[in-house]
């Protein structure tokens, strides 16, 4: 696979191809999920996904990304933490076609859309990264839920990282689900918001304007700050609350789902700055800090889940 140029300097870019399209966490997010939960992983589990992270086909890319000097130990963290990212590298590799319709925000109607073939796979799957449960503050009718999402191949994924199915298939199995778990834990990607201006939803946020950044779910994406250096994103989880014990043993996907829907409708559409329309709205300090607070318990808990499941689960 061709190297990457535009990730430079040991930087992690992720480039965003359309103004609708719903990234969950940017690289820092994503790879600080990926961080707490590597450090809690029994040693066994860490050789497995090591062995299993080899077989990615980008990951003599990711090793450009690792400081010159980085032990072997921690290498092996930062390839881990890289992986969790590769599902949003992929939507600008020219490697990888975009699928559905919606800007690749809805499944298309034909079995590619949940197919589970591997590497071989080079379907973008945008649709895989989030779970849209509708909501309306103005009575419109709401939505079915689409499917295939972000639920329904997690529950896939891990079903295969739990059976004894080749670990090519796992590789790639791997590589998603790290970067689901995350997803599912970003508020805006679990809901959209439906109204008389938007009937199709709101795309998790994406069609809420503000002032800066554009809109509501590129606020939450870089809430814990930009996309960094894996190094950086290491140093960032030292500041992260504890995941409680109780929410970190609920492994019921349906639940992590529920929390976050309800987390985007009291928090991430907190009315006000976020009323009824389109905006543009201005965020307040208070909401900027509570929206902070709130992604540090949801990254931190993301990443206690993460490593109970593979330490449970992975064969």
């Known amino acids: 696979m061709k190297k990457y140029t535009r990730f430079l300097s040991g930087a992690l870019t992720l480039i965003l ?11 820092r997010g994503h790879m600080m999920v990926a961080a707490v939960a590597y ?4 040693q066994q589990t860490k050789n497995r996904v090591d062995a299993l992270l080899l077989l990615n086909p980008d990951r003599d890319n990711w090793l450009d990304l690792i400081p010159a000097g980085t032990s072997a130990a921690r ?19 020219p490697d990888y076609h975009a699928d559905g319709t919606h800007k690749g925000n809805r499944p298309p109607n034909d079995p590619s859309a949940s197919q589970n073939i591997g590497y071989d796979d080079l379907a973008r799957h945008k649709y895989w990264h989030f779970v849209d449960l509708p909501f309306t503050q103005d009575n419109t009718e709401l939505l079915a839920i689409p499917a295939p999402n972000a639920q329904t191949q997690i529950a896939a994924f891990r079903a295969v990282l739990a059976s004894n199915s080749s670990d090519a298939l796992k590789s790639y199995d791997l590589s998603w689900f790290l970067h689901l778990i995350g997803d599912l834990h970003q508020p805006l990607h679990c809901a959209t918001c439906v109204g008389a201006t938007r009937t199709e939803g709101d795309d998790g946020g994406n069609g809420v304007k503000l002032i800066s950044p554009s809109n509501l779910h590129t606020y939450w994406d870089n809430v814990l700050g930009g996309s960094d250096s894996p190094s950086t994103a290491l140093n960032a989880i030292s500041t992260l609350p504890n995941a409680p014990a109780d929410a970190a043993n609920d492994l019921d996907v349906r639940h ?3 929390e976050s829907f309800d987390a985007a409708r009291q928090a991430a559409y907190k009315k006000p700055p976020i009323g009824v329309g389109t905006g543009p709205f201005t965020l307040s300090q208070a909401y900027k800090t509570a929206a902070r607070k709130l992604a540090e318990k949801r990254i931190a808990l993301a990443g206690a889940r993460l490593a109970k499941i593979l330490n449970e689960e992975l064969r």
């Open 17 to 27: 191809v359309s103004n609708s399209t719903s990234y969950a966490w940017n690289g």
């Open 39 to 42: 450090q809690k992983l029994t």
């Open 75 to 93: 290498r092996k963290m930062m390839i881990f933490m890289i992986a969790a990212t590769w599902a949003d590298r992929i939507k600008s590799d």
């Open 256 to 258: 992590w789902v529920d």
